[in-house]
């Protein structure tokens, strides 16, 4: 794409949203500096995973990125049990009556990550604090503690730290007092394409696979349960690994080392300024029960891709608030309905009162209905637009 002036943007967070966003607006022709204001951890290789969904990774693949490059892992089916029982007997099951369509694609963060960052050729990395952003005219001006300045059509910030710099804007949000944990299974070699989910009393337990021998477990607790004093033994984590998963798993092992998170629901009332958007994490983050949340985020990117191509052939200046405004009416009313619709099956799951029981069991048995399932299953693919 060619343009009369070329724009500049600066994207405010280096993480994985952050060079998404970059790569995305790379094929804009636009010059995209990408700013980060603290360093990174070095040497640490991460066990956390991603669930994709197939509309999702049609977004990387049209983004230029190829799935073979980030080893996606494809799930056929998604199992749930209501509890841990001795049968240990499926609520429900959601698989596509078409099999030559995934349900979702597992991958590992950091691959996907570094996969993006080899496309990042053209990006501007600047590594320097922000002293203050300034500007209410064309222009954003963006002043660095060493004084240097920079100025920009339009900036995107991707971290809760970034708010601070550009609005008072307040959020909601809501503590869960959970944590999620996260590390990996190794197990006997089998066709692993099957995640299963157990909703337990102190919260979700998640088994991801991501190859026929390895499965990533995210398994979200109460703070101070007796789940999370399993969770941290290493010992009694495997042992009720090896307990709760046997009948598809004949568990080896798993890695001594854990990743944690602590989990709250937030949402920004407000995701864009003069001159601003906010995406990602800083807008929406949510439980990781359904695994819904960066498909949010890439579904935002591409929204905002498809507005902004279209005002660039026009010759607008991508900062114009009604532009922006535009973006904001194509996401932010749809996401907030979401988000509410996980936390919602969050706090239906954690409650343990026998009137709630009887009625998840009721809803387990009305998704099972092959139009209600695919319905469901099409709502977890593309994320709701109206």
């Known amino acids: 794409m060619k343009n009369l002036?070329?724009?500049?943007?600066?994207?405010?967070?280096?993480?994985?949203?952050?060079?998404?966003?970059?790569?995305?607006?790379?094929?804009l022709?636009?010059?995209?500096?990408?700013?980060?204001?603290?360093?990174?951890?070095?040497?640490?290789?991460?066990?956390?995973?991603?669930?994709?969904?197939?509309?999702?990774?049609?977004?990387?693949?049209?983004?230029?990125?190829?799935?073979?490059?980030?080893?996606?892992?494809?799930?056929?089916?998604?199992?749930?049990?209501?509890?841990?029982?001795?049968?240990?007997k499926?609520?429900?099951?959601?698989?596509?009556?078409?099999?030559?369509?995934?349900?979702?694609?597992?991958?590992?963060?950091?691959?996907?990550?570094?996969?993006?960052?080899?496309?990042?050729?053209?990006?501007?990395?600047?590594?320097?604090?922000?002293?203050?952003?300034?500007?209410?005219?064309?222009?954003?001006?963006?002043?660095?503690?060493?004084?240097k300045t920079s100025e920009y059509n339009l900036i995107i910030a991707t971290q809760f730290s970034n708010l601070k710099l550009l609005s008072n804007e307040k959020k909601l949000n809501w503590d869960y007092s959970e944590t999620a944990y996260t590390f990996v299974i190794h197990h006997k070699k089998l066709t692993n394409n099957c995640a299963r989910q157990f909703f337990l009393k102190d919260g979700p337990l998640a088994f991801l696979p991501i190859s026929n021998t390895h499965t990533s477990i995210v398994w979200s607790v109460k703070n101070k349960s007796d789940a999370e004093k399993i969770v941290l033994n290493y010992e009694a984590r495997l042992n009720f690994l090896k307990m709760i998963s046997v009948g598809f798993y004949e568990v080896i092992g798993c890695t001594n080392k854990l990743e944690k998170f602590d989990l709250t629901f937030a949402f920004l009332r407000r995701t864009v300024l003069s001159r601003v958007i906010f995406m990602g994490d800083i807008t929406h983050k949510i439980h990781p029960i359904a695994g819904q949340g960066w498909n949010m985020t890439l579904r935002d990117i591409n929204i905002l891709v498809s507005i902004l191509k279209e005002k660039l052939n026009k010759g607008y200046d991508i900062g114009d608030l009604g532009i922006l405004k535009e973006y904001e009416k194509k996401t932010k009313a749809s996401n907030l309905l979401f988000a509410m619709s996980i936390d919602l099956i969050r706090k239906a799951f954690r409650s343990q009162s026998p009137a709630i029981s009887k009625l998840r069991k009721k809803s387990f048995s009305i998704a099972s209905q092959p139009t209600v399932m695919n319905k469901i299953i099409d709502l977890a693919d593309k994320g709701l637009r109206f």
Not at 10 to 27: E, N, P, Q, R, W
Not at 64 to 71: L, Q, S, W
């Open 5 to 27: 002036i070329k724009q500049k943007v600066a994207v405010l967070g280096s993480g994985l949203t952050g060079k998404a966003i970059a790569m995305a607006l790379l094929d």
């Open 29 to 88: 022709n636009i010059d995209v500096d990408l700013i980060e204001q603290t360093s990174p951890p070095k040497n640490f290789k991460s066990n956390v995973t991603l669930s994709i969904s197939d509309a999702s990774l049609k977004i990387l693949q049209s983004l230029g990125m190829k799935k073979n490059k980030f080893n996606s892992w494809p799930l056929q089916k998604i199992i749930l049990f209501d509890g841990l029982t001795k049968e240990a």
């Open 90 to 147: 499926p609520d429900t099951e959601f698989y596509n009556i078409d099999n030559k369509k995934f349900l979702s694609h597992i991958v590992k963060r950091n691959v996907l990550e570094k996969e993006i960052s080899n496309k990042l050729k053209k990006v501007k990395f600047i590594k320097k604090k922000i002293l203050s952003i300034e500007g209410k005219g064309f222009l954003k001006k963006i002043i660095f503690q060493n004084k």
